[in-house]
């Protein structure tokens, strides 16, 4: 597990308790703050140019947000084979 990256300037609360279903989180941004943090952390950038950020729980019930660095495995890495066969006719059904 890698360490965390805070996304400065960004910050994720739970919604109010009466809110509507249909709100999942409140996000609050100091816009000087995140714009700061985004020139220096564009190396974060995928080939896209987006920084994914993902909101979790702490152990406390707070909320926060964070870089989303996840990369899957590769192929190679996951041990498992994958044999690609034809479909034929006996493999439809009816």
Known sequence: ?????????LFVNKPHEKAPDFIKCNLSMKVTDLFEWLDKN?????DNGYIKVVVKESKQGKWYCCVDDFKPKAKEDVGVEIKKEPITDDDIPF
């Open 42 to 46: 564009q190396h974060l950038a995928d």
């Open 1 to 9: 597990m890698s360490e965390i990256q805070w996304v400065g300037g």
